[in-house]
């Protein structure tokens, strides 16, 4: 319990806050025991966000033909990363409009609209034609602080804490400017600076490389099916018989009798090491489970997924608090594939520590005795049969490929040296990425240390949230 005079209440306060959340004793003993605090107003160079007015999210291939920009959003976030496997763009006259939203190599970007929880920092190989969405807020940080160490502070226990206090609205989460410059920053020193600038060099490395490994497990399948810088010369329109289409397939949607579907199924049915139904070779686990209500279980959901195929996390509830779409039981190894068309790219091999999770009834669940979870993987999350999979869609509000569907797609049988070199690819991708999670959540000690050691008596804010 927190019992302060109304006159201290209205300090530091143009919310006029009154509810007991924003008076919890760990922020005012914070704010009493570290010396020399800053707001982040201090350290900011330039910082805005922007409202958009009217943008449109269109097409991905109309948009790279015409070179329009990214359309960057909290959901290509991954703290601190940005993912590159699925951007939305918008209409060139909107990157002439909307100076302001440009993005810059060095910008830390903060959630401040909905979860209000993921903070990334802007790579200086990133695309230079990105707009940056409203629900971000981009900031460049002045030579007062390391830039990393004030988004190791951000993403520590006690910068989540504060961003977790100042943010409004029950609905929708939102943390304005005056409220996001107003959360204080320790004064750290400049030993833990330099050593946390030396962690993210590495950390960024690590990631990097992790990625250079996929892609060159990706390489390799490719050139095994013969689609290294495949380019398909289809012409626009496909003319089908009743008896060949709608007879046949139940099908009158021009989508799905696209010829470049067509070519590509053809493709696999003249694989040299053969092909095989799904259903044939590959083990469907679509039971459903139904979580006990007193009982806690990691939940995993399509957000949750990261571009090379990790799961980045999950939410972590007893089974009475979960969602009613939470009823898939998933195991160790095992290839969770989004049914969902606008995330297909979300696919993850289940790692031992996950075995026994739940995850949403938006995925199916696959193992195989013939084909490792490994190649599943690259194989599912490849152009050839990111292409087949969106083929066999269908529905209105929900698009989505259905189980019979699924069982029927056509799966070119992989060599079993291929099979083995991508395995090892991933797993060294695989280390060299919890390589980059260790340093980072090292980073993050190191910070919340140095806070903990300055103060005077301060109280863990381990009750706050954050971490």
Same mark, same amino acid.
């Given at each position: ?249 139940? @099908? &009158?949607?021009? %989508?799905? /009798?696209? #010829? ?7 493709? +696999?049915?003249?694989?040299?090491? !053969? ?7 590959? @083990? &469907?686990?679509? %039971?459903? /489970?139904? #979580? ?7 939940? +995993?959901?399509?957000?949750?997924? !990261? ?15 979960? #969602? ?144």
């Amino acid at each position: 319990m927190s019992e302060i005079l109304f006159s201290e209440v209205l300090k530091d306060n143009d919310n006029s806050r009154i509810d007991s959340e924003y008076f919890k004793k760990e922020f005012l003993n914070f704010f009493k025991n570290i010396p020399n605090l800053r707001n982040l107003s201090e350290f900011v160079l330039d910082g805005y966000r922007v409202v958009y007015e009217n943008t449109k999210i269109i097409d991905s291939e109309v948009a790279q033909e015409k070179d329009c920009p990214i359309f960057l959003q909290a959901t290509d976030l991954a703290t601190p990363f940005i993912r590159a496997d699925n951007f939305s763009y918008v209409d060139n006259q909107d990157w002439e409009r909307y100076v302001k939203g440009r993005i810059k190599s060095g910008e830390i970007l903060i959630e401040v609209k909905g979860k209000v929880e993921k903070v990334a920092i802007v790579p200086n190989d990133f695309p230079d034609k990105t707009l940056v969405s409203g629900s971000l807020y981009k900031m460049t940080v002045n030579e007062k602080i390391s830039k990393y160490v004030l988004l190791t502070y951000l993403i520590s226990k006690y910068g989540t804490a504060f961003k977790n206090r100042y943010k409004t609205n029950l609905l929708i989460s939102f943390i304005s400017k005056p409220d996001l410059y107003r959360i204080p920053v320790p004064n750290f020193s400049s030993e833990l600076q330099n050593k946390i600038d030396s962690m993210f060099i590495n950390i960024f490395k690590s990631q990097k490389q992790s990625e250079i490994l996929y892609k060159e497990a990706e390489t390799l399948l490719l050139e095994h099916l013969g689609l290294k810088d495949f380019q398909a010369a289809c012409k626009p329109v496909n003319i089908k018989s009743l008896k060949d289409s709608f007879l046949q397939t139940g @099908r &009158l949607d021009a %989508e799905y /009798y696209q #010829p470049i579907y067509e070519l590509l199924k053809n493709h +696999i049915f003249s694989h040299s090491n !053969g092909f095989a139904k799904l259903g044939d070779v590959c @083990r &469907l686990n679509d %039971e459903n /489970y139904t #979580p006990k209500d007193n009982q806690e279980y990691d939940y +995993i959901e399509l957000s949750n997924i !990261g571009k090379s195929g990790e799961i980045t996390g999950s939410t972590r509830a007893l089974g009475k608090e979960l #969602p009613s779409r939470a009823r898939r039981k998933v195991q160790a190894n095992q290839v969770m594939i989004s049914s969902i068309e606008g995330s297909l790219q979300s696919c993850a091999i289940v790692p031992a520590h996950y075995d026994n999770a739940l995850c949403s009834t938006g995925f199916y669940v696959l193992s195989s005795d013939k084909i490792n979870a490994e190649t599943l993987l690259v194989l599912f999350k490849s152009s050839l049969m990111q292409q087949i999979l969106k083929k066999n869609c269908s529905g209105t509000i929900l698009t989505a490929i259905n189980k019979e569907e699924l069982l029927n797609i056509p799966l070119p049988i992989i060599d079993e040296k291929i099979q083995t070199q991508i395995a090892e690819f991933l797993r060294q991708s695989n280390d060299l990425r919890e390589q980059a999670t260790q340093l980072l959540a090292q980073a993050k000690s190191n910070v919340e240390l140095e806070i903990e050691n300055i103060s005077l008596n301060i109280n863990n804010l381990q009750d706050c949230g954050g971490g």
